[in-house]
């Protein structure tokens, strides 16, 4: 059985330029953890993983920012054409931040735009509110995109997850396995009245201790890794990280365009209720 450790390694200035992808297609699969032995060995030959400093796998924590009234997430959920992401981005066993603004581009394309964040800057999650350059960053790349976002953009949600990327060469596109996923609402470090939320929390009643999103980075067409998880029976689901955690999180929100994942997540006590 291929594992991750019997890979052949890629860096991550190959990686970058052999598939960056910023503009690209996403397709994303909430699937069983063994179901990523099968498609390592499938692409025995084919795949390399991403090794920095002897790691393969890699924590994250995204930090995401959104309006009072959830501008973004509301966009989301009602498939505006124009809509828009925006997070801090962590690698934690680097220590390095980014901000990121990830927009739609049409036919299920998406666009990515993001500055260096220096530690403790103004978008530290702690922060509280994007302000200043920050600010002024998300602003342009919103009006470059064709949206615009009106009054304070604060934290909603955080995301943490282990991380391990692979590229298919021949057709350089990439993979990621997210595992270890969980969501959680930012602390209250932040002064009173910045933010959504008031106290930290991680995701009651949802499990993915057994499950892992598996997501293929490629241009329109699908890729090798596509192929081969739709002959295993899996097709691609609707599991937006931020829209995804904040539906999970608070009932009150619309949930209609992500029931079947939602499904999926719940814990075995709550599906016997």
């Known amino acids: 059985m ?37 498609l390592l060995s499938e692409l025995d030959g084919s795949v390399r993983v991403l090794e920095i400093a002897g790691r393969r796998t890699f924590r994250y924590a995204s930090t995401y920012y959104d309006t009072a009234d959830l501008a973004t997430f509301r966009a989301a959920a009602g498939r505006r054409r124009r809509r828009a992401k925006i997070r801090c981005r962590e690698y934690v066993d680097s220590g390095t931040a980014f901000l990121e603004v990830k927009t739609a581009t049409g036919r299920g394309g998406s666009s990515k735009q993001r500055i260096p964040l220096p530690a403790g800057s103004e978008g530290d999650p702690s922060a509280g509110p994007l302000e200043g350059t920050s600010r002024e960053f998300v602003d342009t790349a919103l009006d470059s995109a064709g949206c615009t976002l009106d009054g304070e953009l604060g934290p909603v949600l955080t995301t ?56 293929t ?32 999180l608070d009932p009150r929100l619309p949930t209609n365009r992500w029931h079947r994942t939602l499904q999926k997540v719940r814990s075995p006590a709550q599906r016997a209720a």
Do not use: C
């Open 2 to 38: 291929t594992s991750l450790s019997s890979l052949p390694a890629v860096g991550l200035e190959e990686i970058s330029e052999r598939a960056g992808l910023m503009t690209r297609v996403d397709r994303k699969y909430l699937v069983p953890r063994e179901t990523v032995h099968m």
């Open 160 to 215: 943490r997850y282990d991380r391990t990327t692979l590229l298919v060469t021949g057709e350089e596109s990439r993979v990621t396995i997210d595992a270890d996923l969980r969501w959680e609402i930012p602390g209250t470090q932040r002064p009173t009245g910045t933010g959504r939320h008031a106290a930290t929390a991680p995701l009651p009643g949802y499990d993915l201790e057994n499950l892992v999103v598996i997501e």
């Open 217 to 248: 980075k490629a241009g329109t067409r699908p890729g090798r890794a596509d192929r081969l998880l739709w002959a295993d029976g899996h097709r691609p689901v609707r599991i937006s990280k931020f829209a995804t955690g904040l539906a999970l």
